[in-house]
């Protein structure tokens, strides 16, 4: 079933709410299809999910849940909004035209959605989200979050990647306010307040573009996001969340490593005490399942025990990786970024809303779940040496004789296709590095924050040069088969599984360290591709600069090979 098929489903399952639309003005209710070109005292428009409320003379809309208000909508440069109609009402959906004398917006609601779409109108340049978070989360979809912490972004206003949507993590883990744009065109700005422990992101303020839509949702649970400090002694324990999922979700958990980026890790989820775990997978395909024990395999890490993951109850729980490759120090965090089979019809995750929002074309495309795929091409080595030691262990050689051909020619065809991703990721890492000298040349002033990105890209060269020798060459792993055919392949001597073994031997650590060495090259580009948004908040000098390596990063991540760890 195809992502678009499957969110034309569940558009058609959800559970609508049992209250509709309803307006009132200053208390006293408007009659669905009357359109009121002003009201006398608080404009009110409720779809049972959230409630537009705009007292008279005031310079935002709130958008409250309950009785709660989640967040100001306001327009820039409106102090007081002079101009509040309806436009459009009946069953299904209302619209409010809001503004002042040259500054006009719509915003509708739709019956049961938890979400406002805002139409920019004429002089409609920037909507502000008022919404006091210390968390700022964009979510990544090709790679790990974004996760910015207020308490340490000095600047009064700084410019943020511009990813189509963001996540301001309000209340105290009970709302989180998502706001979701068009295009990567529309800039985005934080505005910050406060110092020490008091220090948030006040708002976010996003740029209508060219008659761009905005749409701005409210997530609401007890407990629908968390975070939980990790400090370095945690390393190696397990430890309790305080936490407890408030439903059945893909819950994603970003966990801060000690160099301050995030590492983006699925929560695992049990269905019955002491059972295996189930790891949702929300770019497509099933779950996967993983042992009571937790126990996980992938290139880079090597054998670890996943550290991230909820009882039968529900509970939350994380054991910080004690391995020399990975270590977490810093906030935990944790929200819903998909559905799965269990979640609650009448619940909304991230990607809902972003399917809801954009459309499932869209969000697709976003998504790129093409990109997102991993490829797989011939045989891997460690399977080829399992195949050939028991054909020759058997003394079934000349007997299997094709077969033993089709392994020599699929495990050459392994080689050549990891080998390209390789390739392709020191040919990126040399591209950018001519990029960065460039920048650094052109804009001197930013020699410090270009540094850092020329220090992340150079790992992929020091990488390379660490496994070349053992790696080897296509060419090499081709003459290898060549003597294969030569020397062993009919060949039944007491000394043919011995030969066999040796060859197996070499191949598997020819594929070994490409396999690793693939993974540690992605590795580096997700650093370099989070690293530069991160310095694009911090100084605002680096916009054009980071946008330009994030744009590079997202090809160069496309289509992971199937070794390379595309998630953990």
Not at 325 to 332: C, D, I, R, S, V
Not at 410 to 433: A, N, P, Q, S
Request: charged share 30%; proline share 5%.
């Amino acid at each position: 079933m195809t992502l678009a098929i499957a969110f034309i489903l569940l558009s058609a399952l959800q559970k609508p709410s049992k209250t509709g639309i309803q307006i009132s003005d200053g208390g006293d209710p408007v009659k669905l299809g009357e359109t009121p070109a002003s009201f006398k005292g608080e404009a009110l428009v409720s779809n049972g999910r959230i409630t537009l409320a705009i007292p008279k003379g005031a310079p935002a809309v709130a958008l409250r849940s309950g009785a709660t208000t989640r967040a100001f909508l306001r327009l820039s440069g409106v102090t007081t909004l002079d101009h509040v109609a309806v436009v459009d009402s009946g069953r299904g959906s209302a619209t409010l035209e809001i503004g002042t004398q040259g500054v006009r917006a719509r915003l509708k609601v739709k019956k049961g959605d938890v979400t406002v779409e805002i139409q920019p109108g004429e002089g409609a340049a920037k909507l502000s989200v008022d919404c006091p978070s210390r968390f700022i989360v964009l979510p990544d979809f090709f790679a790990d979050d974004i996760v910015i912490d207020a308490r340490k972004l000095p600047p009064a206003s700084v410019e943020i990647p511009s990813e189509n949507f963001l996540l301001q993590l309000a209340g105290r883990g009970d709302a989180i306010v998502m706001s979701v744009f068009e295009n990567k065109e529309q800039d985005v700005r934080l505005s910050l307040r406060g110092e020490g422990a008091d220090r948030v992101a006040a708002g976010s303020e996003i740029e209508f573009g060219k008659g761009r839509k905005i749409w701005v949702s409210v997530l609401e649970a007890p407990q629908i996001w968390h975070v939980r400090e990790i400090a370095a002694a945690d390393a190696g324990k397990t430890l309790p969340l305080d936490w407890k999922m408030p439903f059945p979700a893909a819950w994603r958990c970003d966990l801060t490593r000690a160099n301050d980026l995030a590492d983006s890790w699925e929560l695992l989820l049990q269905k019955e005490k002491d059972g295996d775990y189930l790891k949702p997978s929300w770019m497509g395909g099933g779950p996967e399942r993983l042992p009571a024990t937790r126990k996980r395999w992938t290139t880079v890490l090597g054998s670890f025990l996943y550290p991230v993951w909820s009882d039968a109850d529900r509970n939350g729980f994380i054991a910080p990786l004690k391995h020399e490759k990975l270590t977490f120090q810093g906030p935990a965090l944790i929200y819903p970024v998909n559905r799965v089979n269990e979640t609650p019809l009448d619940v909304f995750s991230v990607i809902d809303i972003v399917r809801n929002t954009l459309g499932a074309g869209p969000c697709e495309y976003l998504l790129d779940l093409e990109g997102n795929k991993s490829e797989y091409k011939g045989r891997a080595t460690c399977s080829s040496r399992d195949v050939l030691t028991k054909i020759y262990g058997d003394g079934q050689q000349k007997a299997k004789h094709a077969e033993v051909e089709k392994v020599l020619q699929d495990d050459l065809l392994f080689v050549k296709h990891i080998r390209g991703r390789i390739t392709r990721y020191v040919e990126f890492g040399r591209r950018i590095r001519e990029y960065l000298a460039e920048q650094k040349k052109a804009h001197p002033e930013l020699a410090g924050p270009i540094g850092e990105l020329e220090k992340i890209a150079e790992e992929i060269d020091a990488r390379f040069a660490a496994r070349e020798e053992k790696m080897k060459t296509p060419d090499h792993v081709a003459k290898m088969n060549d003597d294969f055919r030569r020397d062993v392949m009919d060949y039944d001597g007491p000394d043919a599984l011995e030969r066999c073994k040796k060859y197996a031997r070499a191949l598997v650590e020819i594929g070994d360290n490409q396999d690793e060495l693939s993974g540690e090259c992605r590795w580096v580009v997700k650093a370099l591709r989070q690293k530069a948004g991160l310095l694009m908040a911090a100084d605002p000098r680096m916009t054009p600069i980071a946008a330009e390596l994030r744009n590079r990063t997202q090809e160069a991540l496309k289509n992971p090979a199937g070794h390379e760890g595309n998630r953990h």
